[in-house]
């Protein structure tokens, strides 16, 4: 996931993907913290895309309040 896909997805979609990915990470925390992650990078992979769909939801939020 790139911010340029992002930038494509109205709100409502930049939502939904950013209620997945607390969902994507709510489950590779609980994995973790019992044992069973096999891969440790997802983690910080999920953490940074939360990052990225936020900073474009700012972007848009911004846009609008200047227009």
Known sequence: MNAEDLR???VDEL???L?????EQFNLRMQRATGEL???????RVKKNIAR????M???RAKSENE
């Open 15 to 17: 939502n939904q993907e």
């Open 38 to 44: 096999n891969r440790p990078h997802e983690y910080g």
């Open 58 to 60: 700012s972007e848009l």
């Open 53 to 56: 769909v936020k900073t474009v």
């Open 8 to 10: 494509k997805k109205s």
């Open 19 to 23: 209620l997945d990915l607390r969902r």
